[in-house]
């Protein structure tokens, strides 16, 4: 997500678009998603909600394991309308999680984005919905440590990544 013009000039190997949705209404909404095509074979796709929620099904070419992603672009307002827009959107998603459980019970299933959300502060309205909605689909957040040198902090989240 965000606005990687050609990501073949920054990524290795070559990453494949599964898919890109826009949203009618804001041409800022738009959700692309990338995969490594010599480690993963795309099953499916399926827009969610156009340019906020996408869902995909790969295989896992070493093995037969199916592999389920939801890919999720929040509203960026933290005013009561996106918190509301927040809320709706992720009211969408055990939908889908429920879906994928009746025909692959045994398949991974990850929640990946940008949430809009800072994380790192418990007391934010968006914050404690994101929270919430997590303890409730029963999801874990697997987080990503970058190294002090990067933008000279010591600990940094880039979006947010769940798991089930």
Request: charge should be positive; include cysteine.
């Amino acid at each position: 997500m965000g606005g990687i013009w050609c990501p073949e000039l920054f990524f290795k190997p070559h990453l494949d678009l599964a898919s890109y949705s826009q949203a009618d209404q804001n041409s800022y909404a738009s959700i692309a998603t990338y995969f490594n095509n010599s480690r993963l074979k795309q099953e499916e796709s399926k827009c969610i909600a156009p340019g906020r929620i996408s869902s995909y099904r790969f295989k896992l070419r070493s093995d037969d394991l199916d592999l389920f992603t939801i890919n999720f672009y929040g509203p960026p307002s933290n005013l009561l309308e996106g918190q509301q827009e927040l809320a709706r959107l992720l009211n969408i998603i055990p939908e889908r999680i429920d879906s994928i459980r009746v025909r692959q019970p045994l398949a991974r299933i990850y929640l990946t984005g940008n949430f809009n959300c800072n994380t790192l502060n418990k007391s934010l309205a968006k914050t404690k919905l994101l929270c919430s909605f997590t303890a409730a689909s029963q999801l874990f957040e697997l987080t990503v440590e970058l190294p002090p040198s990067w933008r000279g902090l010591v600990f940094f989240k880039i979006g947010s990544h769940f798991c089930q």
